[in-house]
């Protein structure tokens, strides 16, 4: 009977109940607009005042004009909050958080996200390769994380884009089989992380002459990863595997290496581990490189020919040193692989992004006992996404790190450090010193091939 009138009455006064009804539908988007806008400008404000407003990588620049503020690249980024919406339009409001998964850019229907390197006021220096990863120099391609984009999916897809490009050049001159130096090959693949994983599959599928040579082990920085890190990756295709795919995208760094493990044994690739590339010269074949073995006692130098090459050595070759008397100490290290090597030690790790914030946290486990210090150059976290900022803050909260912020190593000893915590000068007992400093792009090791260098200001990609 109640529900008849209720009818009755909207019929009644239908007009004023529709009026009614989007008022406040009205009210209801007005009021989580501006709570969104009050929430973006809040993290905006922390990322300015901590200045950590400017992106490091490749990021997003968003064109206000096309953007509707439908917020469908917020959702999509795989980082958390680093897009948000101010007044109905998407800002990067925490840029340094950025690794430039490019998600963001998919997902808007208005086509008003572009990806760019560097910005308006802090150029990156990219080396000049081409939409098939082609350097200036015919026949020499750049792939994965020295070409200036991280992530794994990216390393694999630009692999085997500039295979396939190689192979298509080389089908157009005799192949090796009609060459007279017989010591030639198709293809020198150089560096087996991901991105010349990902070459050498297609060049094995493509019936290349080819080689991959690594100078440590097969995995490239996923082989340095610290023990049990989970390694976000969204589906990528592998030649002659299909789709590389893992349960939420989320995959421990051994179960990713033991899966390039079994692709790599099942295809009898032809990686050769701890063979170090150390020169490049234009041949009348292709090029002349010089490689050494790095286990062999006798590290003789020796050449190859190979007609086209793949430089896939990613940045971390030459991790950025503190540049300071007796780094070469054996305690001084710039990687963690394995935390439960250390127990019961002073341990300093140096560097606020992810990959210190990570060794720390892994450092300070609580059955090992090590009493941990983590050095962050400036007032605040910067490349470090807030999953390990948190992780980072509980630990520092129950007193198992230490974080010194604006801080710094000065000198190291064998057995001590002088730290420089926040302008005041303290020596400590110290047995291990992790450096987490980031990677120089090795630009000099490229410019000396030949290789051409360009500076981005915001500039978006040319692949
Ligand atoms: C701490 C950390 C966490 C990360 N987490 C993720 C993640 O969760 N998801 C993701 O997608 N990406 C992640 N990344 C980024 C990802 O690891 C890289 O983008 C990716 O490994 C790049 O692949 P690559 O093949 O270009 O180079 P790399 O993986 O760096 O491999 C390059 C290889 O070349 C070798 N090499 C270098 N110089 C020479 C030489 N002269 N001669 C012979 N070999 C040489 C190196 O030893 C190395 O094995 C992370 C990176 C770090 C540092």
Sequence with gaps: METQTLINWLSDHFELATTAFFAIISAVAIYFRSRQTKNGKKTLAKSLAKNLGEPLTLHPEIDPVKCLGCGTCTAACPEGDILKLIDHKAVLVAPTKCVGHGECEKACPQSAITL?????????????INSNYETNIQGLYITGELGGMGLIRNAIKQGVIATQHAFKQLKQSPLRSALSATSTIDLLIIGAGPAGLAASLKAKELGLNYLCIEQNSFGGTVFNFPRQKIVMTVPADLPLVGLMKFKANHVSK??????????????????????????????????????????????????????????????????????????????????????????????????????????????????????????????????????????????????????CYESSVKEIFPETLTLDLTGEKKSIANDYLFVFAGAEMPQKFLATLGVAIDQKFGEALAA
């Excluded at 760019?116 to 000049?128: L, N, Q």
């Excluded at 062999?296 to 190859?304: R, S």
């Design 116 to 128: 760019v390197f560097g910005t308006k006021t802090r150029g990156m220096e990219i080396p000049r």
């Design 254 to 403: 051994e179960e990713l290496l033991e899966f390039w493990n079994g692709v790599r044994a099942k295809q009898a690739l032809n990686i050769q581990e701890h063979t170090k590339f150390d020169s490049l010269q234009i041949h009348e074949l292709g090029f002349q490189i010089g490689y050494t073995h790095t286990k062999n006692e006798v590290k003789a130098p020796q050449t190859i020919i190979a007609r086209k090459v793949i430089l896939a050595i990613g940045v971390r070759g030459s991790p950025r040193k503190l540049g300071l008397p007796n780094e070469d100490l054996a305690k001084v290290a710039y990687n963690l692989i394995d935390a439960e090597q250390y127990e019961n030690k002073q341990i300093v790790v140096v560097g606020g992004g992810n990959a210190g914030v990570e060794a720390a946290i892994a450092l300070a486990k609580d059955t090992l006992h090590n009493e941990v210090r983590l050095l962050v150059r400036g007032k605040a976290f910067d490349r470090c996404n807030e999953t390990n900022q948190n992780l980072v803050q509980q630990l520092a909260n129950a007193g198992r790190i230490t974080i």
